[in-house]
């Protein structure tokens, strides 16, 4: 019998005892409850001797060993015809499952939060025999499954109808359960295509890198010593001198984020390189890759992790999660009963490796016979200690392109000590400097983006106050005040302009103009972007290229440059640069957000400066401005070889697109 339906047997058995001994259990009419399991399920087979052409001799004999020893074709049939199965048959239920959904909705009124429903896992099991009873039968009758279907499905149905809990139900049929069975047993038996091997580095490169890894050196002692043993095994059966076998089978135990995946990584490697495997990959997974929701699900999802792992290395994080939970319906030692098999059955050309905290991982590994002899070899994975935390953060930081300024070490050091001397059950050594760096990098890039014209050194540093969120807050704060203190000032010196108003600005053409888009404050959501058009003589761009935003931040001869000013989105011009090729530039403004409908409505008291030398020469209020999402500013034009600038102000209704296609420009 196989070894799963037999253990879930036994618990269902257990089960009914139990359930027997309760002041709310009913008299069963077959004696005990017990006995009750065995009688109604071996009825239900014998009406499938009567209503189907299934083999009787087979049958029988699948009997006898899953449920009675002394079982007779004759006896079975019988049942049938017999209260209560009689009745019973008819409308796809069992006096054993009225009984057990009585005793369930009984225990949920006492018990809001039971729901480890007895009646469904009688269901279950009369699901699993019925399946492997169909499976051990040289010729399945399709007749039998449909019938069989056919009594499951009336029989999950009565006990879905009779709880007053919602049970989560098995929706397979039996029918479905047998062809995945076929399609995974002919998958099995086709030769897999051969595949070039992923492996690129030589051995000496892998042991390299294995050496160059941060901490771990009682690991790398460990796996040095296997790989040497290894070695002089197989020199020794090149020799013609007796080699002693090896189980090659792991067990990793350590916290998390201590390196037992990228360790297993590089031994999968390693062992490709040393001949031992064929392929020399690592298929990672866990218990929910493994255990399946309903009967006969966990072995086909065993097999085919199993069929991905051939010639390299399965990992199984968290392995102890299989055993964990022994409630009768749990597949996961159905999960470790077909893995064993398989390990034994591939043991050629596969190694698996199982991970999880130390504690648990030993519990695990006890729990079954099987698991203590296959797997003998244990590596231990310790906490990183704060230095070797910080190596690995400066190795991040490297390997992204960042550097860390000496004060930015040192905070970093002090956070490390920190968070391993105050470590708990939460400690997550490589993962939690993992998370560190990327809350680095996304506050430097929350502070670059308060300033403008950065260098590459600046763009690659990492500072003091981009590894704290207090003072990344009050550096944000200093930035702001400061930089509000620098635009105020400007604000009324110029001359205020009228919409459609031209003026010469010849005296200006050496100088550096900055034309800005100001306001008052701006509403939630709301933000502020800066364009300029180069224009040919026909007003429209040569090329897209001629459209300068902060994505092409500067045009082509460096005449005109998109920036943010003090939060202000602005465009600098250099008159003296502009190409002979163009003959007007316009300066457009867009304010948009999340929300469709922002706009300028929701930007208080915005105006358009031109601003020389620290100083404002002319400012162009846009109070005129209701619905609009774009609008042209300025434009400075050439006129009998002079340079001019007209206040325009005019807004468009649509988005930038209908703003970029008047001056040619194609957006997708």
């Given at each position: 019998m196989n070894k799963t339906l037999e253990k879930n047997l036994d618990t269902l058995y257990e089960l009914c005892d139990k359930a027997e001994s309760l002041p709310m259990s009913v008299k069963s009419s077959y004696g005990s409850y017990r006995q009750s399991l065995k009688a109604e399920f071996e009825g239900v087979i014998g009406y499938l001797l009567i209503q189907t052409t299934i083999d009787e001799k087979e049958t029988v004999a699948f009997t006898r060993d899953c449920l009675n020893p002394r079982a007779e074709a004759a006896e079975m049939k019988k049942r049938t015809a017999d209260y209560p199965l009689k009745g019973n048959l008819k409308r796809g239920t069992l006096e054993l499952l009225d009984f057990f959904i009585i005793l369930d909705n009984k225990m949920r009124d006492n018990d809001s939060h039971y729901n480890s429903s007895v009646s469904h896992l009688l269901y279950l099991l009369l699901f699993q025999v019925l399946l492997e009873l169909f499976k051990s039968l040289k010729k399945c009758p399709d007749q039998a499954?449909?019938?069989?279907?056919?009594?499951?499905?009336?029989?999950?149905?009565?006990?879905?109808?009779?709880?007053?809990?919602?049970?989560?139900?098995?929706k397979v049929t039996l029918k479905e359960m047998l062809e995945q069975e076929k399609d995974s047993d002919e998958d099995d038996d086709e030769e897999l295509p051969e595949k070039q091997p992923e492996v690129t580095e030589t051995l000496e490169e892998l042991?390299?890198?294995?050496?160059?890894?941060?901490?771990?050196?009682?690991?790398?002692?460990?796996?040095?010593?296997?790989?040497?043993?290894?070695?002089?095994?197989?020199?020794?059966?090149?020799?013609?001198?007796?080699?002693?076998?090896?189980?090659?089978?792991?067990?990793?135990?350590?916290?998390?984020?201590?390196?037992?995946?990228?360790?297993?990584?590089?031994?999968?490697?390693?062992?490709?390189?040393?001949?031992?495997?064929?392929?020399?990959?690592?298929?990672?997974?866990?218990?929910?890759?493994?255990?399946?929701?309903?009967?006969?699900?966990?072995?086909?999802?065993?097999?085919?992790?199993?069929k991905q792992a051939m010639g390299g290395i399965l990992f199984i994080?968290?392995?102890?999660?299989?055993?964990?939970?022994?409630?009768?319906?749990?597949?996961?030692?159905?999960?470790?009963?077909?893995?064993?098999?398989?390990?034994?059955?591939?043991?050629?050309?596969?190694?698996?490796?199982v991970a999880g905290y130390p504690e648990l991982m030993t519990q695990f590994i006890s729990s079954n016979p099987g698991l203590q002899s296959r797997f003998n070899k244990y590596i231990n994975f310790v906490d990183y200690k704060p230095n070797e935390l910080l190596a690995i953060f400066e190795s991040m930081c490297h390997q992204q392109g960042y550097q860390l300024s000496d004060k930015a070490k040192a905070t970093a050091k002090n956070y490390f000590v920190n968070l391993y001397e105050n470590r708990d059950e939460n400690f997550a050594n490589g993962r939690d400097v993992r998370n560190y760096f990327e809350k680095a990098i996304a506050r430097q890039a929350n502070r670059l983006a308060l300033r403008s014209n950065w260098t590459n050194d600046q763009l690659a540093r990492i500072e003091a106050v981009d590894l704290s969120d207090n003072l990344s807050s009050a550096y944000e704060e200093e930035v702001q005040q400061e930089q509000k203190a620098a635009a105020l000032p400007i604000l009324s010196n110029g001359r205020e302009l009228r919409a459609g108003e031209r003026v010469d600005m010849a005296a200006y053409a050496d100088k550096t103009l900055t034309v800005r888009l100001h306001y008052e404050r701006l509403g939630a959501g709301i933000e502020l972007d800066g364009y300029a058009f180069l224009l040919g003589q026909n007003g429209k761009v040569l090329s897209d290229n001629d459209l300068i935003f902060f994505g092409q931040e500067e045009s082509a001869d460096g005449s005109v440059k998109a920036d943010t000013i003090a939060m202000y989105p602005s465009i600098v011009i250099q008159l003296r640069k502009v190409s002979p090729v163009y003959e007007k530039i316009s300066v457009c403004f867009s304010a948009y957000g999340e929300d469709d409908l922002l706009n300028f409505t929701k930007v208080v008291k915005p105006v358009i400066q031109v601003i020389c030398d620290g100083q404002e020469l002319y400012h162009l209020p846009l109070s005129h401005l209701s619905r609009e999402k774009c609008l042209v500013g300025l434009e400075l034009y050439l006129h009998r070889g002079s340079w001019k600038m007209k206040a325009v102000g005019a807004g468009y209704n649509g988005k930038l697109r209908t703003l970029c296609e008047s001056f040619g420009v194609e957006i997708e």
């Open positions: 499954v449909a019938e069989a279907d056919d009594f499951l499905k009336k029989m999950l149905h009565h006990l879905t109808q009779g709880l007053n809990f919602s049970i989560q139900a098995n042991l390299a890198q294995l050496q160059a890894l941060t901490g771990l050196e009682a690991v790398k002692k460990d796996v040095n010593s296997m790989i040497n043993m290894l070695k002089i095994q197989q020199i020794r059966q090149q020799r013609g001198m007796k080699s002693t076998p090896m189980s090659l089978h792991m067990v990793f135990y350590g916290n998390p984020g201590t390196g037992k995946t990228t360790v297993a990584r590089l031994i999968a490697k390693i062992y490709y390189r040393l001949g031992v495997l064929s392929k020399g990959h690592l298929i990672e997974t866990d218990r929910a890759g493994l255990v399946g929701s309903y009967v006969g699900h966990t072995a086909l999802k065993v097999k085919k992790v199993v994080d968290e392995a102890y999660t299989l055993t964990r939970n022994q409630s009768g319906n749990d597949f996961g030692q159905e999960a470790v009963d077909t893995l064993l098999k398989c390990m034994e059955d591939r043991r050629n050309d596969l190694i698996v490796i």
